[in-house]
């Protein structure tokens, strides 16, 4: 059984950081991009990062983390992080991870429509 398994979340404090985990059962990503969303309550869903198939394209300039996250997988193809610094309170959301094999092999998006394999999301809450 495909599955995504996102780990990580909790309780920082402004300006702290977090990683987060996204591990993958069942399958490698050697054929799968992996995207970052996350959604805070009352707001859409938003894609924050995602790291191409082939591991050579990684997007993370969305306005609201530009320059804070960044997205990397580890040599075995089983992992996805995502390092998230200088946190503020409006990073507070769940975030989720997803898989994509329909992309190109050195392409992601951030949009949500590609993605069919989903995790059941980590809590990440920014606050003093």
């Known amino acids: 059984q495909l599955q995504l398994v996102e780990s990580g979340g909790g309780l920082v404090q402004p300006g702290g950081s977090l990683r987060l985990s996204c591990t993958v059962l069942?399958?490698?990503?050697?054929?799968?991009?992996i995207a970052w969303f996350r959604q805070a309550p009352g707001k859409e869903r938003e894609g924050v990062a995602c790291i191409s198939a082939g591991g050579d394209t990684t997007i993370t300039d969305v306005d609201s983390v530009k320059d804070r996250f960044t997205i990397s997988r580890d040599r075995a193809k089983t992992t996805v992080t995502l390092q998230m610094n200088f946190l503020a309170p409006e990073d507070t959301a769940v975030y989720y991870c997803?898989?994509?094999?329909?992309?190109?092999?050195?392409?992601?998006?951030?949009?949500?429509?590609?993605?069919?394999?989903w995790g059941k999301g980590t809590q990440v809450t920014v606050s003093s």
């Open positions: 069942g399958f490698t990503l050697d054929y799968y991009a």
């Open positions: 997803a898989a994509d094999e329909t992309s190109h092999r050195s392409t992601c998006t951030l949009h949500a429509k590609p993605y069919n394999l």
